[in-house]
DNA sequence: ATCGTTTTCTGGAACGCTCCATTTGTTCCC
DNA sequence: GGGAACAAATGGAGCGTTCCAGAAAACGAT
């Protein structure tokens, strides 16, 4: 398969020589530089694939002291939030050479103190904080950096994206009460998200001379954690008629709560989630929920990036995404 | 915060004459080598701090000539099998000192091919495939690769690590069977793995005088897939009184289903899973399930790298885990 | 043809590490 | 106190690119 090289991965120097050229041709090519003449750029090409050349992006990194690499922080596969947040990334990145690199949530602390740090070694170009930020991490922040999906903790130097949290809780709230519920009791977890979350509900509430209940769950991602606080709430005030679950992961945990207590969806109880993943629009669930438009954000961070890299003085910026009610069938008028 | 370098960011030789020793010395203590005296090694530890000195893995992967890190190819982040191989893989490779990076399932072919170019680029020194492989992947592959978690389609010098389908196709089939279910159907999807525990479903029914009802969806990872064909099945066998969907994704659909046309589970209808995902486990659905074990399986293909690595020239093997029927709430004898 | 101009192409010098052969230092024994 | 044996530390070469300044080629206008 591959030519003679003795043994050796090609170089670009191989590939120079097949194919009758300077290794900084060779290097022109590959980086899709403009006045190469067809010619070259057809002989070039036909050389790299004879000897199944690929470029070494170690030798690249080096070289040009950039990765063309953003990196990304996440904190749990398992809450799929992130999903169309490097969707958005992608699409905006990937046409300007970038790749998208994900710092595993599970990375080693006897290899890197944090993700970040990780990250900082393979010189990423930009970095996204998909998760609680915390202290250490902005410590060895050295680049570009945007967080997204929480604008609770500040890091210094960091433009923050994320839906409107506060917005889309009122949207929940009031699409509740609008269609005539007064019960309505709320689910939350930790974190940042979810706090603005009730602190919308809670302003809704009141607002509308309602009274809230919240009750909270141990964590926020887990189903677990929604079925025990949905099951606390559902038994201290036995008169409601609706829930809003902070998350949708949530919202299925509450929705099993319901099931243990002989309430039908939404029947006798209304149910609506926030995040709009794959969970909410399964046939058993039908979830109402608040769409926060995560490729929506995901394309704002990344042009967040892009315009720091440019100019690492510019001011640093807060984008709120406009968070969309999707309407299913979990959520119906109080019988 | 950082010590003057001059604008530049520290390195090896920034940090050999902070702490008084040669670059060679630090780099030792960076790798975590033997025979570093105690003192020397605080002193560099000392200076490395102080100057927040980040070791550049370009450089390192470039002179060594290898990354330590092992590349994970997937397919969909939605699909949750890869959470537990990841973490089974980290658990053997963390230890050693390799990195697990995963090649974004969103790669863009403007970039690379495909997502093992990708990883060849970046020269990881073993790939993992967890995804269906396919031919133009495996004509880059210069690396040790294991497949994990497909035996259907073998990759040449490839080892196979996957939970033994057939033999949990047989452990869901016969847990229906021991219920005393007879009419029984099938729900699969797409690939290799569906294809395996399908024939194991079909050959349980007929070893035990049973006739099999398979129905097929579009995919193999969405909900939908499994709605739509548990609603075929269920119209056209009105008589069933158990579903074996392929995976806890289309048991979710399943369910939905089975909601749809009134049957309650498991009263009116046993549902069981496979693969153990979050979702069984959810209070609403309770699900019986096959767990696959992936963390089993990656464990056991860290190993086949590990020994790969070592000597190329072992022979391919194909290792199977042993799953696991996971009871829940989902299954009940027939009315 | 001749001379600018512009376009295309080239060689050399980094980039920051690892690896290896070698040097320097230490310990222990007779 | 001298040397063998071992442990610890060092300097140089090399990894495969990019970037840059400048050379060569192509093109236009006179």
């Given amino acids: 398969m591959t030519q ?4 050796r991965r090609p170089n670009i120097y191989d590939v120079a020589s097949e194919a009758g050229v300077s290794k900084s041709l060779v ?6 530089a403009h006045g190469v003449s067809p010619a070259r750029r057809a002989a070039v090409e036909e050389a790299i694939k004879r000897l199944n050349y690929r470029p070494n992006r170690a030798a690249a990194t080096l070289a040009g002291n950039r990765s063309r690499t953003i990196g990304v922080v996440l904190d749990d596969y398992r809450n799929l939030w992130f999903v169309g947040l ?35 070694s393979l010189r990423v170009d930009g970095i996204v904080i998909a998760t609680e930020p915390s202290e250490e991490m902005f ?13 609770d903790i500040r890091v210094p130097g960091a433009d923050i994206v994320t839906n409107d949290d506060m917005v889309g809780g009122r949207l929940a709230t009031e699409h ?9 009791g709320h689910v939350t977890g930790g ?24 009750t909270r769950g141990q964590g926020f991602t887990m189903e677990s954690d929604g079925y025990q606080a949905a099951l606390k709430l559902l038994d201290q005030n036995p008169s409601l008629t609706a829930i809003f679950a902070a998350n949708d992961t949530m919202a299925l945990g509450a929705a099993g709560a319901a099931r243990d207590r002989g309430l039908r969806i939404p029947e006798d109880l209304s149910l609506i989630g926030y995040d709009n993943s794959p969970l909410a ?45 999707v309407v299913r069938a979990s959520t119906a008028a109080p019988a």
Avoid: C, W
């Fill in 86 to 120: 490097l969707a958005g990334l992608h699409e905006q990145l990937a046409p300007l050479g970038f790749r998208v690199a994900v710092a595993d949530p599970l990375f080693n602390a006897h290899l890197d103190r944090t993700p970040v740090d990780g990250l900082m």
């Fill in 139 to 151: 410590a060895a922040l050295d680049v570009p950096a945007v967080v997204a999906g929480n604008r």
């Fill in 191 to 214: 974190g940042g998200a979810a706090r603005l979350r009730a602190a919308a509900y809670e302003a809704s509430m009141l607002e509308n001379g309602l009274r809230p209940h919240i």
């Fill in 4 to 7: 003679e090289t003795g043994g």
């Fill in 27 to 32: 290097s022109l090519v590959l980086r899709g």
């Fill in 281 to 325: 629009s399964a046939n058993l669930l039908r979830l109402t929920t608040v769409d926060g438009r995560n490729g929506e954000v995901g394309a704002k961070a990344a042009q967040a990036l892009l315009d720091r890299m440019k100019d690492p003085h510019v001011p640093v910026r807060t984008m709120l995404v406009e968070p969309e009610l």
């Fill in 176 to 184: 509740l009460i609008g269609m005539g519920h007064r019960d309505i």
